[in-house]
């Protein structure tokens, strides 16, 4: 219980930090006649992927010009996608050392650090994840991913238990990814 908990405190805070607006969209998005939202880089924000439905969009941190779309599904696994424009070179880690500071200052222990092409796309995905917590069989944990598209930055971050939810944060990660490669800057 303690873990869910916490990770709905983790969910609501990231909604405390964002605007009013990001509950509602922001002018980044365009409403589509199936239920998606349209960011302006091209990439579409369905209203499912996979096991997740999108709770909201919106701006996410106005300094750097990020937006986002978030999604929830069952037992509290979290999967939360930001878009930026791409302003010289990426470094992922220099993108999420906000996050990788909270999550080691708070007791997150990095697991793994790896560079992936998922999909057999020659897309390099950075990716490193942290254990959270454990309880009984599962473990908590949180990954963050990020790769250059074009002129954009798609960085993806899922909480979820391994091992129950390991497939959905794979499907969740791919899904996110590929739509990306194939729908940012293809206008």
Not at 5 to 21: D, E, I, R, V
Not at 143 to 162: L, S
Not at 165 to 181: K, N, P, S
Request: aromatic content about 10%; some cysteine.
């Amino acid at each position: 219980m303690a873990i869910r908990q916490l990770s709905l405190l983790l969910l609501t805070a990231l909604f405390a930090a964002a605007p009013a607006t990001a509950q509602t969209g922001s002018d980044s998005f365009r409403d589509r006649d199936d239920g998606a939202k349209a960011h302006v880089s091209g990439f579409v924000c369905p209203h499912r992927i996979g096991d997740f439905e999108r709770d909201a969009v919106g701006e996410y941190d106005l300094e750097k010009n990020q937006d986002f779309c978030a999604y929830a599904a069952r037992d509290a696994v979290y999967g939360t996608i930001t878009l930026a424009p791409l302003s010289g070179g990426f470094d992922p880690k220099a993108a999420f050392a906000d996050e990788f500071r909270g999550q080691e200052s708070t007791g997150g222990k990095r697991l793994s650090e790896f560079t992936v092409h998922l999909n057999g796309s020659p897309l390099p995905i950075y990716t490193r994840t942290y254990r959270t917590a454990q309880a009984e069989a599962l473990e908590y944990r949180i990954v963050f991913a990020g790769a250059a598209v074009r002129n954009w930055v798609v960085q993806a971050t899922v909480e979820y238990a391994d091992p129950r939810d390991t497939q959905t944060e794979a499907e969740f990660l791919r899904a996110v990814f590929a739509a990306a490669e194939r729908q940012i800057g293809s206008r």
